[in-house]
T-cell receptor
Framework: DQQVKQNSPSLSVQEGRISILNCDYT??????FLWYKKYPAEGPTFLIS?????DKNEDGRFTVFLNKSAKHLSLHIVPSQPGDSAVYFC???????????????FGKGTKLSVKP | DVKVTQSSRYLVKRTGEKVFLECVQD?????MFWYRQDPGLGLRLIYF???????EKGDIPEGYSVSREKKERFSLILESASTNQTSMYLC???????????FGPGTRLTVL
């Protein structure tokens, strides 16, 4: 059973517009969330994270929103640029855990295409 | 800056061959991970290690083994490569667990 779900395999957005990538989780113990970006033939790069004590975290054009009651997080990219075209993975874990239970659980990814 | 390097970017092997994938990190991280990435399946954890000479199975360990003789180096071994092990292999490291994981560039392995 998937604990972290990215229900949209792909998303297409016009350059300059907002991209919204969504992620849902089922484990209520999760309190630490991350987004990674991955280009083809490269490893994922860390983008932004958020802990459950916050509901929003911003870094430049990237903002992550966390809705704990809905067990939902989203990544907003404003404005979107063609260079943002990549696969985006969300990941979750629980800070209370250690050892193997503390590993990051990844979603299956959403492929974002930003059209010029 | 954390640097995670992998020994090869592209590798082509034949069925039945023994394959070694090497990963090195330069940030003195305790924790290292091997994943494989396949279209539609996301990142799946094969093995991980919290310390030298220590290893634990991830979600899909079958057909793989690992070795961690030094803190900075984590090797993934395919004892007898099969075509269903054709994939992108990603190594990662982190200071703590849970924590941000930093990934290497990946090795695209093709088994013929």
């Amino acid at each position: 059973d998937q604990q972290v779900k990215q229900n949209s395999p792909s998303l297409s957005v016009q350059e300059g517009r907002i991209s919204i990538l969504n992620c849902d989780y089922t484990n209520s113990m999760f309190d630490y969330f991350l987004w990674y970006k991955k280009y083809p033939a490269e490893g994922p790069t860390f983008l932004i994270s958020i802990s459950s004590i916050k509901d929003k975290n911003e870094d430049g054009r990237f903002t992550v929103f966390l809705n704990k009651s809905a067990k939902h997080l989203s990544l907003h990219i404003v404005p979107s640029q063609p260079g943002d075209s990549a696969v985006y993975f969300c990941a979750a874990s629980a800070l209370i855990y250690g050892g193997s239970q503390g590993n990051l659980i990844f979603g299956k990814g959403t492929k974002l295409s930003v059209k010029p | 800056d954390v640097k995670v390097t992998q020994s090869s970017r592209y590798l082509v092997k034949r069925t039945g061959e023994k394959v070694f994938l090497e990963c090195v990190q330069d940030m003195d991280h305790e924790n290292m991970f091997w994943y494989r990435q396949d279209p539609g399946l996301g990142l799946r954890l094969i093995y991980f290690s919290y310390d030298v000479k220590m290893k634990e199975k991830g979600d899909i360990p079958e057909g793989y083994s690992v070795s961690r003789e030094k803190k900075e180096r984590f090797s993934l071994i395919l004892e007898s490569a099969s075509t269903n092990q054709t994939s992108m292999y990603l190594c990662a490291s982190s200071l703590e667990v849970p924590d941000t994981q930093y990934f290497g560039p990946g090795t695209r392995l093709t088994v013929l």
